[in-house]
């Protein structure tokens, strides 16, 4: 696997988004190695708990938007088709990296062990849902989080719909989401959205350490509780709103907003949403 790196100590398993000339984003490889990470790992009974990380100060990004922009790989799986030539769209591109993200994320609920995304950057868009859908959040003290969809003029995927609601209340994500604040690492430990924030000198150190000591604790009892968990927060739907998300991603993706707000990221300018 190119830009997705895994790895143990003991029993801990660290997925590594090592693709820092891009942001940490996905395209199509990137998510599909992604998912046979979170995948393995997740069924792996010798793994007991499970890190997700990024590279070079910075968590993920999401979605690769230039991959995007430049069409996507048309011959991925010579099933799906970027729909550009056709529409002027980018809604089947988007599906293409998406929808393997969407497994991803759909395992590591589902995973009777504990996932921890450990925060340190920017967590936006993409990386933002990601983070969102571990068991627990940990933060560096130059960590970041931004919805950020909106400013291509895009609605939200990668489970952030799903959680946001379910984590900081539906007053709080509204916010977020219509008004896009970029959060510091203490604001959302503040609100509720993240687990514990550390400084960067020591971050990775004591990330490593939480993890060995759930590693060493009950896992089965763990996984029936987080099973419990999910169920009380209405988590059996997930697997069902990821899927709304997608349709509703590439529906807006195909929407000549998008394009708007694609060109201006591009360009690095502002963009003129029409609505």
């Known amino acids: 696997m190119e830009h997705i790196r895994i790895e143990r100590d003991g029993a801990v398993g660290l997925i590594t988004i090592d693709r820092t ?15 046979k990470a979170g995948l393995q790992y997740a069924r792996d009974d010798a793994i007991r708990a499970v890190i997700i990380r990024g590279t070079g100060g910075i968590f993920c990004s999401g979605a690769d938007l230039k991959y995007i922009r ?17 529409t002027g769209g980018y809604g089947e591109a988007f ?17 009777p062990k ?25 933060a560096s003290e130059r960590a970041s989080f931004e919805w950020a969809y909106s400013k291509t003029g895009l609605t939200g995927a990668e489970s952030s719909t799903f959680f946001l609601p379910r984590l900081i209340g539906l007053r709080r994500s ?26 960067v000198e020591s971050f990775d150190t004591e990330v490593l350490k939480l993890a060995r000591k759930l590693a060493e604790g009950p896992t089965r009892a763990y996984g029936v ?13 997930l697997d069902y709103h990821l899927g709304c998300e997608l349709e509703s991603l590439v529906r807006i993706a195909d929407a000549p907003d998008f394009a708007t707000g694609l060109d201006a990221f591009a360009n690095k300018r502002p963009p003129r949403f029409k609505g």
Request: charged letters at 20%.
């Open 114 to 138: 504990p996932f921890i995304a450990a925060v340190d950057g920017i967590a936006a868009a993409g990386g933002f849902g990601i983070a969102m859908a571990c068991d627990l959040v940990i």
């Open 225 to 237: 509780a987080k099973g419990l968990l999910n169920q009380a927060a209405g988590a059996e739907r």
């Open 21 to 35: 000339d891009r942001y940490n984003s996905l395209d199509v490889k990137t998510a599909q190695d992604f998912r």
């Open 70 to 86: 430049a069409g996507a790989d048309a011959a991925d799986l010579n099933y799906l088709q970027p729909s550009q030539d056709e």
């Open 174 to 199: 509204m916010e977020l989401v219509l008004l896009n604040p970029r959060l510091d690492a203490r604001t959302a430990l503040e609100i509720g959205l993240i687990t514990a924030v550390h400084p």
């Open 95 to 111: 599906k293409q990296i998406v929808q393997y993200i969407h497994s991803a994320i759909s395992e590591v609920r589902r995973a």
